[in-house]
Each structure stands twice: as structure tokens, then as C-alpha cells.
């Protein structure tokens, strides 16, 4: 049985949200030059696509899994080969991707208000544990939700369904925080709030029935943003 709480937790996405899926470039461009930008792009682009395939057709593989296959297709987009160490670095510094400027002082305040707050990700539990880890802001969190131990991706609902069992909460006490408006509008159709992290001003939200309850440039704002909505 769920219960709501006097404050919502916070369910956190990871990559794209808390972690820069952008901080392969510097790898990047060390083994392919300026085509580095490019090849970061489609390989986040195709990582999700996988994602989005895999959960549709029930043929479910590990968030790594979709991640190596991107990356593979990305470089063969582009024309490029690298030799196998090549490729095992670059998959290894995505084990290591650093957070966002804006992610700890953010959880420092949200913490010291009293939030619970969830890492929940398409990741699996490991690789999530060791990415907060390296970023240092571990401790800020209650507990890590996977979409692994559901074997599906978001955004389908079951994902959703399965954070909500995990923090025993009802899905009006529990917000989204999400830089990716697939996420958003997933967590939105499963009743959750949802906050949506725009840090690019030329990034378009999908023109739906589903839309964030709140829109911030940073995550900084977030609290500011919930103190409101409690008033």
C-alpha cells in the first residue's frame, strides 16, 4: 500500500540530467578530431533509439548493451574504425562521465529540505552506483531505481510503476526530474509531476498532451520551483 508523504520525492534522471553524456568529447577528440561532436551526438541519439526498440519489441538487453551497439553504429555512420582498445576506453569513460556544474549544490539544498530523492535510470544499478560515486554526490541519495530490474526502459509505464513500489508513494507525491522530454511526457502519462531541465534555450519540448509542470534552465532553480508549488 502507498502513501503520499508531506514532501514528494524526487526521482532523479542520470544521464543527460545529472551526468553530461557530453563528457566523452575530450576522449573523443583525441581518436577522431573534430568529427568528435558528431559522433557524441548520434551515439547519445542512437543509445535512447535502442532503448525506445528494445522496450517495444520485449527483447530486452542492458542499458551497456544499447550503449556499446550506439556507439558501434555511430562511428560506422561516420566512416570511422577504431581498434578494439580504442573502443574499450571510450565505453569505459562513459563509466565515468562527471556531473553537471549545477547537480550538487542543488542536492546539498534539496537534502538539507528535507526531500527524499531517488537516482532512476535506465542505467543499471551498478553503472548508476559507479557514476554518482565518481561525481561525489552519492550520498545525496536515498536509494538507486533501475530500469533493469523491471527489463524494460522508460518510457514505459511499468518503469514508472516500479519507482513508485520501490519509494511507496503514490504518483501525485512524486516529481520527475528529467533533462529528456521523452521522460518528462512518460512520467506525466503515469501521473507523476515532472520537471523538465532545459538547459539549451533552442531545445524544443514535444508538442503533446503531456507537459512538464515545471521548466527550469538549471537545477539550482528546482527548489525554489517546489517551495512554490508546496505554498
Not at 541519439?45 to 519489441?57: I, N, S, T
Not at 503515469?190 to 521548466?215: C, M, Q, S, Y
Request: proline share 4%; aromatic share 10%; with cysteine.
Amino acid at each position: 500500500m502507498t502513501q503520499s508523504a508531506s514532501r514528494p520525492i524526487l526521482a532523479f534522471d542520470i544521464y543527460g540530467t545529472l551526468i553530461d553524456t557530453d563528457g566523452v568529447l575530450d576522449q573523443l577528440r583525441g581518436l577522431v578530431g573534430d568529427s568528435a561532436a558528431a559522433v557524441s551526438a548520434t551515439w547519445r541519439d542512437k543509445q535512447l533509439e535502442y532503448a525506445f526498440r528494445r522496450g517495444l519489441m520485449k527483447t530486452y538487453r542492458p542499458f551497456p548493451v544499447c550503449t556499446a551497439d550506439a556507439l558501434d553504429y555511430s562511428l560506422a555512420a561516420h566512416g570511422l574504425a577504431l581498434d578494439r582498445h580504442a573502443r574499450e576506453r571510450l565505453l569505459a569513460v562513459y563509466r565515468e562521465l562527471p556531473a553537471f556544474d549545477d547537480a550538487r549544490a542543488a542536492l546539498d539544498e534539496l537534502n538539507a529540505a528535507g526531500y527524499r530523492c531517488f537516482a532512476f535510470s535506465n542505467g543499471t544499478r551498478d553503472a548508476v552506483a559507479g557514476l554518482l560515486e565518481h561525481a561525489r554526490i552519492d550520498a545525496a541519495f536515498e536509494g538507486i531505481v533501475s530500469c533493469d530490474e523491471v527489463s524494460s526502459f522508460k518510457p514505459d509505464p511499468m518503469v514508472y510503476a516500479h519507482l513508485l513500489q520501490v519509494a511507496d508513494v503514490a504518483a501525485d507525491a512524486a516529481w520527475l526530474v528529467s533533462g529528456n522530454p521523452f521522460d518528462v511526457i512518460g512520467a506525466r502519462a503515469a501521473g507523476l509531476h515532472a520537471a523538465w531541465i532545459n538547459r539549451a534555450d533552442a531545445k524544443v519540448f514535444d508538442p503533446w498532451e503531456f507537459a512538464p509542470d515545471a521548466t527550469i534552465g538549471a537545477l539550482t532553480e528546482l527548489p525554489a520551483v517546489l517551495a512554490a508549488v508546496a505554498a
